[in-house]
């Protein structure tokens, strides 16, 4: 990815101007209700959720009408029940999904984002450490490189780090950061809440310590929070790979991160909720999160704190233009391990937050999708790659050229993510790199690693083993 260096900017810190939590200012508001279009030209949101869920139910009878001969041919072997179960977990439910998504995409339209003047609200910037001390330097540099028109306070703790960290950090002088070190490490949850307690502003910002935000970042993220509706509680920042080049591992997470990731957030955004507000680069109201206690102490600290917000009836954001990059995991084994911690989470929100799936709102469709990723991951695990190795000695009883009519689909949402993301990266001064060997093996490899990765990660949590800070 191509990065602009640009120069470094003073950031004011002065405490008579932090401001304490409370509602947005009326004016944002009004704004807000002016700025909604009307007339014939403007699709409403429920008119564009009830199109794209009619073409993925369209999508899906469809396909079960195509694969008559498919599960006839299955069932002869397995049984009708199991190959229902099996077909539809690893073709009908993931093509009743994309429909949606590119209906979805091809109606998103995003809100644009109100002129926000010269100054913008205080905000306190959370980063915990774990011994990243090769790191921690270069993300605060890219904090002071924001020129963040308005109050700055910078927290990092030092959670228990035994490399030096806490060096590195001695040696940084800004007047706005405080760090606070932990003598033992006792997890990102009790770091994130420390610094929580020792907040003085309005917004609360997380940022991982291998981190690099991108210009403007700040800015873009409190812009979209004051430009979204009052019930907005909590904005998503865009998440981008900044060690792409590192080898084939990565390069591969650069299209996860690129394309899937990105183009998820902005389906649930659509609909008014997004599911996770990630601890790499997310906008709290911090009086929210005091209500709600902080960070629960799981694994997905950032996904359940983000169901509470929802929970409470309250609308999560996500702004595609606040970019920042952070370090992807290098190796297969480390890739893993993260993968599981993110399936660990999504199985601790459902505990925590089960009732979400009974909210009378557009977003428990989203929240019903993620209770059947189990399911299909299980399904994929489990019987479609065994189905590929029998495919390769001419056995097509799972897999065969039924599967091959899902390949025009993931192409056409391939094209459609690569054209929004390409058009918000040129808006910002960023090139698409080149990196066509990532494409490939994420388009059709990735899956073989990503998804049995995510059922042992579901297995751990349903067996409560032993939780760590683990790979992020």
């Given at each position: 990815m191509h990065r602009h260096v640009y120069e470094r900017g003073f950031i004011e810190s002065t405490a008579s101007q932090l401001v304490e939590p409370g509602p947005k200012p009326a004016l944002v508001v009004a704004a807000?209700?002016?700025?909604?279009?009307?007339?014939?030209?403007?699709?409403?949101?429920?008119?564009?959720?009830?199109?794209?869920?009619?073409?993925?139910?369209?999508?899906?009878?469809?396909?079960?009408?195509?694969?008559?001969?498919?599960?006839?041919?299955?069932?002869?072997?397995?049984?009708?029940?199991?190959?229902?179960?099996?077909?539809?977990?690893?073709?009908?439910?993931?093509?009743?999904?994309?429909?949606?998504?590119?209906?979805?995409?091809?109606?998103?339209?995003?809100?644009?984002?109100?002129?926000?003047?010269?100054?913008?609200?205080?905000?306190?910037?959370?980063?915990?450490?774990y011994n990243e001390a090769e790191n921690i330097a270069s993300t605060i540099d890219s904090i002071a490189r924001q020129r963040y028109p308005g109050p700055l306070q910078v927290i990092v703790i030092n959670d228990g780090s035994t490399d030096a960290t806490a060096a590195v950090l001695a040696s940084i002088e800004h007047p706005w950061l405080q760090v606070v070190t932990l003598e033992k490490n006792a997890g990102k949850s009790n770091a994130l809440n420390i610094g929580l307690g020792m907040t003085r502003c309005r917004l609360t910002v997380t940022v991982d310590a291998d981190s690099y935000l991108y210009r403007d970042a700040l800015r873009h993220l409190v812009g979209r929070y004051l430009s979204d509706p009052p019930t907005t509680k909590a904005v998503a920042g865009a998440v981008l790979v900044r060690n792409s080049r590192?080898?084939?591992?990565?390069?591969?997470?650069?299209?996860?991160?690129?394309?899937?990731?990105?183009?998820?957030?902005?389906?649930?955004?659509?609909?008014?909720?997004?599911?996770?507000?990630?601890?790499?680069?997310?906008?709290?109201?911090?009086?929210?999160?005091?209500?709600?206690?902080?960070?629960?102490?799981?694994?997905?600290?950032?996904?359940?704190?983000?169901?509470?917000?929802?929970?409470?009836?309250?609308?999560?954001?996500?702004?595609?233009?606040?970019?920042?990059?952070?370090?992807?995991?290098?190796?297969?084994?480390?890739?893993?391990?993260?993968?599981?911690?993110?399936?660990?989470?999504?199985?601790?929100?459902?505990?925590?937050?089960?009732?979400?799936?009974?909210?009378?709102?557009?977003?428990?469709?989203?929240?019903?999708?993620?209770?059947?990723?189990?399911?299909?991951?299980?399904?994929?695990?489990l019987a479609f790659i065994p189905g590929l190795l029998l495919a390769m000695f001419g056995i097509y009883w799972i897999a065969g050229p039924m599967t091959l009519l899902v390949l025009p689909l993931a192409f056409l949402v391939n094209y459609i993510m690569y054209g929004i993301q390409s058009r918000m990266f040129t808006e910002q001064g960023l090139k698409v790199r080149r990196n066509v060997h990532g494409f490939f093996f994420y388009s059709l490899l990735y899956s073989l690693v990503l998804q049995p990765a995510c059922v042992i990660g579901y297995a751990q949590e349903i067996l409560n083993r032993a939780k760590s800070w683990g790979t992020k």
């Open positions: 807000v209700a002016a700025r909604r279009p009307s007339g014939a030209g403007y699709l409403p949101v429920k008119w564009k959720f009830a199109l794209a869920m009619s073409a993925g139910i369209g999508w899906a009878a469809l396909s079960v009408l195509v694969a008559q001969t498919w599960i006839g041919q299955l069932s002869a072997v397995a049984g009708a029940p199991l190959a229902w179960l099996v077909i539809m977990g690893i073709a009908i439910l993931p093509g009743f999904m994309n429909a949606f998504l590119v209906s979805s995409l091809l109606l998103d339209r995003r809100p644009a984002v109100r002129d926000t003047g010269p100054a913008l609200p205080g905000i306190t910037i959370l980063v915990a450490a590192k080898n084939l591992v990565t390069r591969i997470q650069e299209w996860d991160y690129f394309h899937g990731i990105a183009a998820i957030k902005r389906l649930q955004s659509l609909y008014q909720g997004t599911l996770v507000a990630q601890g790499a680069f997310s906008l709290y109201e911090t009086a929210t999160l005091r209500e709600l206690g902080g960070w629960a102490d799981t694994v997905g600290e950032d996904i359940v704190l983000t169901w509470a917000i929802l929970e409470r009836g309250h609308r999560v954001g996500f702004a595609e233009n606040a970019c920042v990059f952070t370090n992807a995991p290098e190796s297969w084994g480390q890739f893993i391990k993260q993968r599981q911690r993110w399936s660990r989470g999504l199985i601790e929100a459902f505990k925590a937050h089960w009732r979400l799936l009974f909210k009378p709102r557009l977003t428990t469709v989203f929240i019903w999708w993620n209770l059947f990723f189990p399911y299909m991951d299980l399904m994929y695990t």
